[in-house]
């Protein structure tokens, strides 16, 4: 089961290997997860159809879809901001139920805005840069990897990761 330290206490993974890293905070992608976050006795400090945020997780309404249409940058700014605005002295894991689609392409995404990966790359070069040199275990389905491919380097979400958390879909 895959769990990888990629940059700065901050893990990517499967459900399952959560207890390996003992997280600070939690990034959870996953349509599963943002229901039962709901019910979390953790306070909600922000909810929306797309993404729940408490003092340390954050989960995002997301499917593992084959359509792209269920991809949007709506989904995906959450993510990277909470990733973003991680502290340094707090381990983060990063997970959907494998660690190998919607994880791992919300890792890739925040590796090129961050600029981990050169966005000067062509996408399939940052991909397989990615896959080679930082996190082997991926392997997205069509719909995620449609949209990483239409939106890279995805400068539509590195404009918005400014917005405050309440403005947010």
Same mark, same amino acid.
């Given at each position: 089961?895959?769990?990888?330290?990629?940059?700065?206490?901050?893990?990517?993974?499967?459900?399952?290997?959560?207890?390996?890293?003992?997280?600070? %905070?939690?990034?959870?992608i996953?349509?599963?997860?943002?229901?039962?976050?709901? %019910?979390?006795?953790?306070?909600?400090? =922000?909810?929306?159809?797309?993404?729940?945020?408490?003092?340390?997780?954050?989960?995002?309404?997301?499917?593992?879809?084959?359509?792209?249409?269920?991809?949007? *940058?709506?989904?995906?700014?959450?993510?990277? %901001?909470?990733?973003?605005?991680?502290?340094?002295?707090?381990?983060? =894991?990063?997970?959907?139920?494998?660690?190998? $689609?919607?994880?791992?392409?919300?890792?890739?995404?925040?590796?090129?805005?961050?600029?981990?990966? *050169?966005?000067?790359? $062509?996408?399939?070069?940052?991909?397989?840069?990615?896959?080679? *040199?930082?996190?082997?275990?991926?392997?997205?389905n069509?719909?995620? =990897?449609?949209?990483?491919?239409?939106?890279?380097?995805? =400068?539509?979400i590195?404009?918005?990761?400014?917005? *405050?958390?309440?403005?947010?879909?």
């Amino acid at each position: 089961m895959p769990c990888e330290n990629i940059i700065e206490k901050i893990y990517l993974g499967d459900q399952f290997s959560k207890r390996l890293v003992n997280p600070d %905070k939690e990034l959870k992608i996953s349509n599963v997860f943002y229901n039962i976050l709901k %019910k979390d006795k953790d306070e909600i400090l =922000y909810q929306t159809k797309n993404f729940i945020l408490t003092k340390n997780k954050l989960a995002i309404n997301l499917l593992d879809s084959h359509d792209v249409r269920d991809f949007s *940058d709506d989904l995906f700014v959450p993510a990277i %901001k909470f990733l973003m605005q991680n502290p340094i002295d707090k381990t983060l =894991y990063t997970h959907c139920q494998l660690g190998i $689609s919607r994880s791992a392409s919300t890792i890739f995404m925040f590796l090129v805005i961050k600029g981990v990966i *050169d966005n000067n790359l $062509s996408f399939e070069q940052a991909l397989e840069k990615y896959v080679k *040199d930082i996190y082997p275990f991926m392997k997205v389905n069509l719909g995620v =990897y449609t949209y990483l491919k239409n939106n890279y380097p995805f =400068y539509n979400i590195k404009a918005k990761l400014d917005t *405050d958390w309440k403005d947010l879909k």
